[in-house]
Structures are given as structure tokens and as C-alpha cells.
């Protein structure tokens, strides 16, 4: 930082000291560009290569379950736990790369988005449309509670990956048989939504860091679940691109409640006057 301090005097003749702090930045954002980029390009270079092992591992799996006579070395219960091994690994690698390759995006655009007006119910319903299968299978239930129909201000499509990471850890951290909720409160120019479930929680000590980049809690549950640790970050980064709050609130062993703010800009006040008094 350049600094310099100076002597001045108000009008009352009375002296101040003032430090001023210049701090140069732009060597610390080309870094931080240069780094981001970087990310990007290995994120996209793996790509490739990790879509080529699951391909193979996928083909190979399936010529196992084909030989149902028993023939050549497909009758391998070790072999074919292998594969099954380099085909999850596979899935859990490439879900990592794309996440990468968003959060890089989502830094590039340097928090600008094209917001549009959104129907909130539209993408919920979206979201939940996209989750169905995953819930079911976890014998988990999706539920929206009665709340006024709003638009809010959004870009839709990043929208619709906030409602799908949360909505994914709400399904994969909580036991068979639970119910997650996605409601809100309408304000005057926001709204808060939240994603409750009555999952296994999580402890206050971690309740400040979930949202940071490969923070998690519960390692292997999220390994289980092909989580990849950047699932929260993504949802803080496009929640803060749209000029909101992110937060969560939430008790071990009783459930959490993860919940985000967003403008509310339909509300049309042309032409309306107040009363001045
Ligand atoms: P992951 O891919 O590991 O789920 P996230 O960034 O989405 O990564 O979440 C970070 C960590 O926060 C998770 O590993 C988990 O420990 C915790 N977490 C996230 N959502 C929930 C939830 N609904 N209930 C309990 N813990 C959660």
C-alpha cells in the first residue's frame, strides 16, 4: 500500500491527523484473473480425458452384466468391482470439474448478471421437476409451502442451481422418510427464501464456513453422495452476484434451514404518489 499522512486543521483552528491508504489493486487482480483462468483452462482440458475412462468404464460394465454364461473373465467379482470403483470415481471427478468450471465462471463475470423478471414458483417447480427421481430413490419429499405467488429479479438459470444445490445436500443429508420445504416471506423490496429440511444438521462451530470452498462436515456422506465441497460456494457466488444474502440457521440432529435474499423489482410504484406530510 502507498501511504501518506497529512496535517490538517478544521475550521476552528482545532489540528487532525489524517492517514490516508492508497492501495494499489490491479497487480493483485490481474493474479487473481490469471488464476481463475487457469482454473478454467484445467477444469476444460480434463474434461476430455474423464468423459473418455466413464465411457469405457460404463462399456465394460455393461458387457459384465451381459455375460450372464459366465464366459472369459467377466464372472470377476473383483474385476467387476473395480470397474464399478473407476466408473464412480469417474462421476465423482466430473461433477468436481463442473463445478470448477462454474465457479470460474461465475468469478469471471465479476458478479454481473442480466436479471429478468422470475417467476419464483416456476423455478421451484423446475428444480423439484429435476430432483423428483433423486428424492424418491432417498425416500425423501419435496413440499412448497402456501406462499404468494412473486417475481423476483433473476437471472433464471442461476437461479434454478441455487434451488438445485440446496435442495440436493437438503435430500442427501437428511434420513429416508423426511420432508424438505422450500417457502417465503415476500417484503417490501426483497424476498427471503428458504430450504428447510429436518436432516442430521449441522454443528455451530461449522455453521460460519459451509459456504467456503471444499468445507464439509460430514466427508463422508458428501463423498457418498458425489458431493464435491463447492456446491454452497457456487449458491453464495450467484446469490451475491444478484446483490443478496445467503445464510443458514440450523440445529445437529434436528435439520437446517439454508435461506437467500433476492430483490423484488416488479413492484410497479410509476404512477403511484405518496402523501407527503
Ligand atoms: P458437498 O458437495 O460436500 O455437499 P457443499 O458445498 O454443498 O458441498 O456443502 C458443504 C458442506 O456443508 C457439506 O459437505 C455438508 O457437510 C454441509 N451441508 C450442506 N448442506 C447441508 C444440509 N442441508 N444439512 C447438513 N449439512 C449440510
Known amino acids: 500500500p502507498i501511504s501518506s499522512s497529512a496535517r490538517t486543521q478544521n475550521r476552528n483552528d482545532h489540528a487532525h491527523d489524517v492517514l490516508m491508504l ?4 490491479s ?8 488464476r481463475s483462468e487457469f482454473v478454467a483452462n484445467v477444469s476444460h482440458e480434463l474434461k ?3 468423459a473418455a475412462i466413464r465411457g469405457f468404464a460404463e462399456t465394460l460394465l455393461d458387457e459384465d452384466e451381459g455375460d450372464t454364461e459366465g464366459t472369459g473373465d ?12 473407476i466408473y464412480d470415481e469417474s462421476l465423482r471427478m466430473g461433477n468436481l470439474v463442473q463445478d470448477l468450471l462454474e465457479l470460474s465462471k461465475l468469478e469471471a463475470t465479476d458478479g454481473r448478471v442480466d436479471p429478468v423478471s422470475v417467476d419464483l414458483q416456476t423455478v421451484v417447480d423446475r428444480a423439484f421437476e429435476r430432483l423428483r427421481h433423486t428424492a424418491s430413490n432417498r425416500g425423501v419429499d419435496f413440499r412448497l409451502a402456501s406462499a404468494p405467488r ?3 429479479w433473476a437471472d433464471p438459470d442461476m437461479l434454478l442451481q ?3 444445490n440446496l435442495l440436493s445436500n437438503a435430500i442427501h443429508y437428511s434420513s429416508e422418510g423426511s420432508t424438505v420445504t422450500v417457502s417465503w416471506d415476500v417484503l417490501i423490496d426483497r424476498v427471503k427464501v428458504h430450504v428447510r429440511d429436518n436432516g442430521i444438521g449441522i454443528p455451530k462451530e461449522s455453521l460460519g464456513r459451509v459456504f467456503e470452498r471444499f468445507y464439509r462436515v460430514h466427508k463422508d456422506r458428501s463423498r457418498a453422495s458425489g458431493g464435491t465441497g463447492l456446491g454452497l460456494a457456487i449458491v453464495k457466488h450467484i446469490v451475491a452476484a444478484h446483490g443478496g444474502e445467503v445464510g443458514v440457521d440450523s440445529v445437529e440432529g434436528e435439520g437446517s434451514d439454508f435461506w ?12 403511484v404518489s405518496f402523501p407527503l406530510h
Open 27 to 34: 497487480e493483485w487482480r490481474r493474479l487473481e484473473h490469471m
Open 22 to 25: 492508497v492501495t494499489d489493486v
Open 150 to 152: 412473486v417475481n423476483v
Open 260 to 271: 437467500f435474499t433476492l430483490s423484488r423489482l416488479d413492484t410497479n410504484l410509476a404512477g
Open 48 to 50: 476430455t480425458p474423464i
Open 162 to 164: 441455487v434451488f438445485l
Open 74 to 85: 467377466a464372472g470377476n467379482p473383483m474385476r467387476r468391482k473395480f470397474l464399478r470403483t
